[in-house]
């Protein structure tokens, strides 16, 4: 493992050291630069302090591990790889992400899973394990978007608007979400067993990677969102 001091280095400076080290890197000190690991394969990076925008922005392989917060755009644009965030993330969170899983241990700002895709078997996953902001899954295209809602008390699962826009991939909340007002485009249902199959082990890997107990996890309804259209904006572009 070799250490990074981050304190004196500006994003280039930093990222230019990533990419000379064929060995694991521990980044310290790090405050604020942007672009870390952008686009980057093959690395396993463990960063102690909070990285900039755009942190693992087309990633295309690499591990990120951030023990602590991070700020927006996390995984933008994101290929392949895995991105862990033992605490909570900013705004745009995997914005257009097309493969690749990115965990999060406590909460996402406004517009997490902007724009997700998926292309025949890269399925992009993203686990927030606190609260959502608003438009969570704003134009999702494909992938699958986890919202837990642990140690959130009497705070909604997700914000204002969810999905909108959302023509593609599959959404799970969990909680029965009563009281969170979805686009008239989704549909809305309680999970079946099915559905439990589909997301089980994304939370399993949730649950050892942040060291909570899956029977408790797991042991309450989930909601599943999905389009009820594959292009809700058909008739804008079609004549009749």
């Known amino acids: ?109 406004y517009r997490a899973g902007i724009h997700m895709k998926a292309y025949e078997d890269k399925i992009p996953v993203m686990v927030i394990g606190g609260t959502a902001g608003s438009f969570l899954g704003e134009y999702q295209a494909g992938g699958i978007i986890i919202v837990l809602g642990l140690e959130s008390g009497d705070k909604p699962i997700v914000g204002n608007f969810p999905c909108t826009g959302m023509h593609g991939g599959k959404m799970f909340l969990r909680g029965d979400c009563k009281n969170i007002h979805f686009p008239h485009q989704v549909t809305v249902r309680p999970a079946e067993d099915a559905d439990f199959d589909t997301f089980k082990e994304y939370i399993s890997e949730y649950c050892t990677l942040f060291g909570y107990n899956i029977e408790d996890v797991l042991n309450a309804p989930f909601t599943v969102v999905t389009p009820d259209s594959k292009n809700p904006y058909k008739q804008m572009y079609v004549a009749n």
């Not at 087309?58 to 290929?79: E, F, H, K, P």
């Open 1 to 109: 493992m070799i250490t990074i001091n981050a304190a004196e280095l500006d994003y280039k400076s930093l990222n230019e050291k990533l990419r000379e080290s064929d060995a694991p890197c521990t980044i310290t000190n790090c405050c604020g630069q942007r672009f870390i690991a952008a686009g980057m394969s093959d690395k396993e990076i463990i960063i102690d302090g909070v990285p900039g925008n755009a942190m693992g922005a087309y990633l295309n392989g690499a591990s990120i591990t951030v023990r602590a917060n991070a700020q927006d755009a996390v995984g933008d644009t994101m290929n392949e790889g895995k991105i862990i965030i033992h605490g909570s993330i900013g705004d745009a969170a995997g914005y257009a992400m097309r493969g690749g899983k990115i965990y999060v241990r406590g909460g996402a700002g």
